[in-house]
């Protein structure tokens, strides 16, 4: 039997690592490829949307994926979900955005769902999302988002500290307010692991390890 192939398409090299390690862990049976471009976040950030043309491009990156031989694709970015969304129904194979099974596991988990981000361009799309997905599941929600305000800026500027201190802050708010929060980037979820115990007793969800975790269901069957 010809082994299975996954596709990644992502809008930051430092992803590459990162979902390699969570493909060892959860698909070892299945061979990975990955295409980067972060000129496609870079886009969406200076002009403070996802335009037609960066979601076109979108669309052919998941394409190319599709001619390299992927059985299956996975992109990695939430803030260009809604291309990833129109690349799959121009594409011959599933095409999953990284941030669905994360969504749809919060829509099963509680009714007072947090989304939280340091980017407007991430917090909408995934919002978004969340409010779709529970459409489908017939289920009624109340959403609750977080704009952590210069933690992006921060980072970008080598100030982890401050990015890390203002994410926790947000948190620990929101936690206050809401079932399960959502991470709508991946880079945040490092500061959950510094939460104290308290601070964690509502459930916080990040998207790479959940998509993996889907996709090795998927992938088996």
Known sequence: MKKKTLGLVHTSATLVPIFQEL?????????????????LIKDVIA???LTPATARRVV??????????????LVTCSS???????AAELTGVPV?????????????AGTRIGVIATLPT???????LVVRRAAIAG?????VESLCEGAFEALMSGDAATHDQKVADALKSLAKEVDVILLAQ?????????????????????SPPIAMEYLSQILRS
């Open 139 to 143: 289920k009624k929600i109340e959403l």
């Open 186 to 206: 991946a880079s945040m979820a490092r500061v959950v692991d510094t939460l104290s115990p308290e601070d964690r007793r509502t459930p916080i969800f990040a």
């Open 47 to 49: 002009k403070g949307e």
């Open 80 to 86: 260009i979900g809604k291309a990833v969304e129109a």
């Open 122 to 128: 991430t917090l909408g799309p995934t919002a978004d």
């Open 60 to 73: 052919e990156h998941v394409g190319s994926a599709a001619a390299a031989g992927a059985d299956y694709i």
């Open 96 to 108: 999953l955005r990284v941030d669905q099974p994360m969504a749809d596991q919060a829509v099963a």
């Open 23 to 39: 493909c060892k862990k959860h698909i070892p049976s299945v061979d990975t490829f990955n295409i980067a471009d972060d000129s």
